[in-house]
């Protein structure tokens, strides 16, 4: 089979499309054939040389698939050859085929085809178990999402409002803040132009967000606390702004708040079974009503990789940048 690969790290450049061994699905897993990938900020950093598969996952870079079962390893029962499927990996979506634990598989929603179910397993599972999951959202609380037409940040205002909350969204520009408005969002901060903090408080009667989730990190920190309403969850998902900042401990304490920070790739099985389990039950349904869809902003063929990254980081697009197998 054909993956991109990284041979020295570098800008987009270093993907490269060659010949490598097909994989064997081992105990527990399935063997899928992709038809799509998608294009995530870890796989940048992989790419890069910065993030690195974790022991025994696939050294390919992509983190979510869509295509079809091609074999079932030892022990895996409920599915069958040709099944339509989507996946979250810990890599190797990049590739003609992949192996994947059996409990990170998902059927594709109805109504959706498989090219673009690509675009759900990462940015869904994100969602759900951060929003819901951890910081536990509930319906009438305010989420402020960073990145608001990001694939995660698309996904988030979709599923905060299927459940009855209220989003605010930072965005660069009136273009990227119209496309969140048309998913929902109630509350547009253009992060170029305004102060997040000052926009969230004047929308809110000076309350706050309930839920904050992060992208940036470091850069956002200070300002995220002074954000957070009494009792709110600020949940870190990403460093885009750097990694060390200075936390004021007696802030939190004054609104009695709390800050977590996962990252998915790294979870466990049985941690990541437990979510994609939960996107089977809350998350599915309605993608299947049409309540939450993928937001898909272009796709590429997988030999061109390079370009696909080199869109991701300009920024110049809204939702989920897919790269689409040569047999799909």
Known sequence: MHAITIPEPGGPEALVWAEVPDPV???????????????NRADLLQRQGFYNPPPGAS???GLECSGR????????????????VCALLAGGGYAEKVAVPVGQLLPVPDGLDLVTAAALPEV???VWSNVFM???LRPG?????HGGASGIGTMAVQLAKAVGARVAVTAGGPEKLARCAELGADILIDYREQDFVEELHRATDGAGADVILDIMGAKYLERNVKALAVNGRLAVIGLQGGRKAELDLGALLDKRAAVTATSLRKRPLEEKTAIIAALREH?????????????VDRSYPMTEAAEAHR??????????VLLVTPAA
């Open 283 to 295: 998350v599915w349904p309605l993608i299947a009503a049409g309540t939450v869809r993928p937001v």
């Open 25 to 39: 699905p081992g105990e527990g897993e399935v063997l899928v054939e992709v038809a799509a990938s998608a294009v």
């Open 134 to 136: 951890v910081a536990h």
């Open 59 to 61: 050294p390919y870079p």
């Open 69 to 84: 079962v091609a074999a079932l390893g030892p022990g895996v029962s409920g599915w069958t050859v040709g099944d339509e």
């Open 141 to 145: 609380e305010t989420l402020l999402v």
């Open 124 to 126: 869904a599972a994100t």
């Open 311 to 320: 869109t991701l980081e300009s920024s110049s697009h809204v939702g989920k």
